[in-house]
């Protein structure tokens, strides 16, 4: 992975170093891009230790049942989200485009499923969405800035299979949104990891479509192993795809065993996303 990054990174220095003064000038815009993007995570950073400590008990605080205070928590990180997402546009870190983000908003039950080249998916995705269910790792869970914030919204922590399958069913039996990434961890470089059945299992036994959503980074940036200080040598520019709701039903046809449908459903998944990621990116 790392000869990889670095590879990519030659190939970029190289490109700019053919014009006298050109790998100056791209030294000092690196330099200024790094310390934008230190700004940018001192924001998050902080901003979310403010939260957890003072404004996500005061959420709990408030009237109304487990799921009404967890609502809150959801709505507060939503517009977190949606403010880091500007900040990062504003100080010219990135830029996104979103196709059918609208899908995601409709009444009822989503699952939402996508792919995770970059560390700030999450981010992008939750700020679409005023309520969200995330199903988080343990080490988001253990995280000092996170893991308060991840307890207080409810979130759902991936740790035993079949006991994370029947959480995000009830959520979506209840009408909300659940947000997972079937990779586990972020994307490599140039590719995708194998895509587990966890989304699969959840929406068969749910009863709910899945709602595929294809991300694209162009250049990566906030890779796997890859520092927050390593900008590229342009803005990254993210597009999402919110393909079409892909239903378990046909899936499940002429009593097919639900392991056998959740390995066709979830190889259909993966070959959509991997799909529309690849074209997003080739633009």
Sequence with gaps: ????????????????????????????????????????????????????????????LLPGDAAAREARVQRVIHRAYRFFVGLMQRLGLQSSRWTGAERLRTPGAHL??????????????VAQLPQADCVVGEAWSRNFFLGRASRLAGYITNTRGAEVVELCAQRLRAG????????????PLGGHHAFQRG?????????VPID??????????????????????????????????????????GGTPPALAARRLTAALREQIIERSNRARSR
């Design 1 to 60: 992975m790392g000869q990889v990054l670095e590879r990519a990174r030659s190939d970029s220095r190289a490109a700019v170093r053919s014009e006298p003064g050109a790998g100056v000038r791209e030294r000092l815009r690196r330099a200024a891009r790094s310390a934008s993007a230190g700004l940018a995570f001192s924001v998050f950073g902080l901003g979310a230790l403010a939260l957890a400590a003072f404004v996500f008990p005061l959420c709990h």
């Design 112 to 125: 939402v499923v996508a792919n995770h080249p970059t560390l700030v998916d999450v981010v992008h995705l």
């Design 176 to 187: 909300r949104t659940v947000v997972l990434f079937p990779e586990g961890t972020r994307s």
């Design 199 to 207: 989304a699969a299992h959840i929406a068969i036994a749910a009863g």
């Design 212 to 253: 595929p959503v294809a991300i694209s980074c162009v250049p990566r940036m906030l890779m796997k192993g890859q520092p927050w200080w390593d900008v590229p040598e342009r803005p990254g520019h993210y597009e999402f795809v919110v393909g079409e709701p892909l239903s378990p039903e046909p899936f499940l046809a």
